[in-house]
């Protein structure tokens, strides 16, 4: 079945930098686009970013851009967020899915999730 398996969170101060990974098995990772979404305490679920399945195109929310980087090595099955110049307001669970969209009724397969915490 398909599994979704994040990894890298943790503590981080304001201005800093994390990297998440998320490494897709059971299914062709190689043929689907990859996205992550995030979870703040006491709201909803909102899209982070995606990437197509060749890399070939990206799209972000404007509340990272510029600040974070999705890419995405095939080989290893292996999709990765780069956040640099970190917020306290980016404080949330991350959540990698399998898809292409904005709109998270469109996912079906989601990790577990991985705390960020980014302290001021």
């Known amino acids: 079945q398909v599994q979704l398996v994040e990894s890298g969170g943790g503590l981080a101060q304001a201005g800093g930098s994390l990297r998440l990974s998320c490494v897709g098995s059971g299914y062709t990772f190689s043929i689907y686009a990859m996205a992550w979404f995030r979870q703040a305490p006491g709201k909803e679920r909102e899209f982070v970013a995606a990437?197509?399945?060749?890399?070939?195109?990206?799209d972000y929310a404007a509340s990272v851009k510029g600040r974070f980087t999705i890419s995405r090595d095939n080989a290893k099955r292996t999709v990765y967020l780069q956040m640099n110049s970190l917020k306290p307001e980016d404080t949330a669970v991350y959540y990698c899915?399998?898809?292409?969209?904005?709109?998270?009724?469109?996912?079906?397969?989601w990790g577990q999730g991985s705390q960020v915490t980014v302290t001021s």
């Open positions: 899915a399998r898809g292409y969209s904005r709109i998270e009724s469109s996912y079906k397969h």
């Open positions: 990437i197509t399945s060749n890399s070939g195109s990206t």
